[in-house]
């Protein structure tokens, strides 16, 4: 739609994935005084912290869709702000001591929660059937399982995918003979 999306990233195999898909990738620190809207999927803590805040531009808008509210260091930008005031619901913003204006969504929660009204039943369905099927799995599987966190089944996961499409009218191919065999092998190619 237009957007110039810029990726930070700390894992080097990311990084490139995200430059060679036509990305920018550049520090936190490059991205800062350059970005209109902060928007952290990282599920760790501290993401968007002073250091960022002070570079960044006046209107600058932040929201987290990673994990909890830690992502966007709030307590850093609460100590550092002149004032704080809500614009609207879900919208807070901070006055920084250079004046500029910096607007948190959703007070730093996820934002697909915090400021909506939740996921659409069009994913928690999907979500719901995978949590059935892995306890159906683990009940029945029992025991041969150790006590470990597992994935949950890529079997289950490919259902749950085969028929939302079905639901959603959406067709797709199926391999061939000739073509799952050659994936099954390594003899042919180069």
Known sequence: ?????????????????????GFDVMTMEQ???????????????SVLRAEHFRKMKDGAIMCNSGHFNVEIDLEDLS????SKRELRSYVDEYVLPNNRRVCVLG??????????EGHPASVMDMSFA??????????KHSKELD???YAVPEAIDK??????LKSMGIGIDTLTPQQAKYLASWQEGT
């Open 159 to 164: 259902e749950i995918a085969r028929l939302k």
């Open 79 to 82: 100590k550092m702000a002149k």
């Open 147 to 149: 006590n470990r966190v």
């Open 1 to 21: 739609m237009g957007a110039i999306v810029i990726v930070t990233e700390v894992d080097p195999l990311k990084a490139i994935e995200a430059a060679m898909d």
């Open 31 to 45: 991205a800062a005084p350059i970005g209109d809207l902060f928007i952290t999927l990282t599920g760790n803590t």
């Open 107 to 116: 007070e730093g929660r996820l934002i697909n929660l915090a400021s909506a």
């Open 130 to 139: 995978n949590q059935a099927l892995a306890a159906e799995h683990l009940v």
